[in-house]
């Protein structure tokens, strides 16, 4: 079972504005960066967010990731078509002699 | 262009072994840590192993620990996963990722490779 929890679906109409949840403890995001990563159907995943906030090149700033605590979030603006996939927050955790844990994963539909 | 190209993965038994290798190529591969990262058919995103780019420093999933061991030649820019003792659940896509900095604890992946398909069957 994974250390991370998310919701296991979200949805939204286009031009819609969605948020994915990311529920941690302090050995993970309390204490570390998160970052979020986007699984379309068929494909590898991609880095979307990293340092909580940060945006690689290249994501559009529809995406957008904040941290509280022990939480983060993912928030998608602007919801597109292309945006139908599978959502994952991530972190290093300090405990069991350290390890990187991905979230549960969130679906992301869009109506 | 940073590429990432994984191979060796197959049909198994359980009890069985495999090899995985992922060639990098597009960056300075030595300068990097590398992961391995996993994805059972149907499921979500297990971590497997870390190794830095630095000191060689490795982390691994308890699931795998004691089974599995990550290595790399910085001279060949290859990243592998031997893995031993394959189970049924080791059944899935292994996917090599590079990481954004060069230590263990890992700021995120920002280069995935496609992925090798692992099967632990009778």
């Known amino acids: 079972q994974s250390v991370l929890t998310q919701p296991p679906s979200a949805s939204g109409t286009p031009g819609q504005r969605v948020t994915i949840s990311c529920s941690g403890s302090s050995s993970n995001i309390g204490s570390k960066t998160v970052n979020w990563y986007q699984q379309l159907p068929g494909t590898a995943p991609k880095l979307l967010i990293y340092r909580n906030d940060q945006r690689p090149s290249g994501v559009p700033d529809r995406f957008s990731g904040s941290k509280s605590g022990t939480s983060a979030s993912l928030a998608i603006s602007g919801l597109q078509s292309e945006d139908e996939a599978d959502y994952y927050c991530?972190?290093?955790?300090?405990?069991?002699?350290?390890?990187?844990?991905f979230g549960t994963g969130t679906k992301v539909t869009v109506l | 262009e940073v590429q990432l190209l994984e191979s060796g993965g197959g049909l198994v038994q359980p009890g069985g072994s495999l090899r995985l290798s992922c060639a990098a190529s597009?960056?300075?591969?030595?300068?990097?840590?590398m992961n391995w990262v996993r994805q059972a058919p149907g499921k979500g995103l297990e971590w497997v192993s870390i190794?830095?780019?630095?000191?060689?420093?490795?982390y691994y999933a308890d699931s795998v620990k004691g089974r599995f061991t990550i290595s790399r030649d910085n001279s060949r820019n290859t990243l592998f996963l031997q893995m031993n003792s394959l189970r049924a659940e080791d059944t899935a896509t292994y996917h090599c990722?590079?990481?954004?900095?060069?230590?263990?604890?890992?700021?995120?992946?920002?280069?995935w490779g496609q992925g090798t398909l692992v099967n632990v069957s009778p």
């Open positions: 597009g960056f300075a591969f030595s300068s990097y840590a």
């Open positions: 990722a590079k990481d954004i900095g060069s230590t263990v604890e890992t700021l995120g992946f920002d280069y």
């Open positions: 190794i830095s780019g630095s000191d060689g420093s490795t």
């Open positions: 991530a972190a290093w955790d300090d405990s069991l002699n350290g390890r990187y844990v």
